[in-house]
């Protein structure tokens, strides 16, 4: 079973910057990816970013392209999503998975982080 720790949400104005936090229990499997998806009120939860751990792939969704970038901490086993440029339709509650197949799809993450609160103010 793998306990994910997310940290690092808040507020904040347009056009400012936010750096995520998930932390994995134990020494993530190479052969898993950590993702990050967000869910508005009233909308479904919706793909952000993921990374391969084996070869630190990295794979986006076209809304946050050139804003937003996930990177890893091999030695703190932990995924980070740094959020530049926000924009009042990021604010959303952010979330962290594990998968082992997937990368992209909800279903496909069996693990999930409890989320944390990103509000950008316009």
């Known amino acids: 079973q793998v306990h994910l720790v997310e940290s690092g949400g808040g507020l904040v104005q347009a056009g400012g910057s936010l750096r995520l936090s998930c932390a994995a229990s134990?020494?993530?499997?190479?052969?898993?990816?950590m993702a990050w998806f967000r869910q508005a009120p009233g909308k479904e939860r919706d793909f952000v970013s993921s990374?391969?751990?084996?070869?630190?792939?990295?794979y986006y969704a076209d809304s946050v392209k050139g804003r937003f970038t996930i990177s890893r901490d091999n030695a703190k086993d932990t995924v980070y999503l740094q959020m530049n440029s926000l924009k009042p339709e990021d604010t959303a509650v952010y979330y962290c998975?594990?998968?082992?197949?997937?990368?992209?799809?909800?279903?496909?993450?069996?693990?999930w982080g409890q989320g944390t609160q990103v509000t950008v103010s316009s």
């Open positions: 990374l391969w751990w084996s070869d630190g792939s990295t």
């Open positions: 134990g020494r993530t499997s190479s052969n898993s990816a």
């Open positions: 998975a594990v998968s082992y197949h997937g990368l992209t799809r909800a279903n496909d993450f069996p693990f």
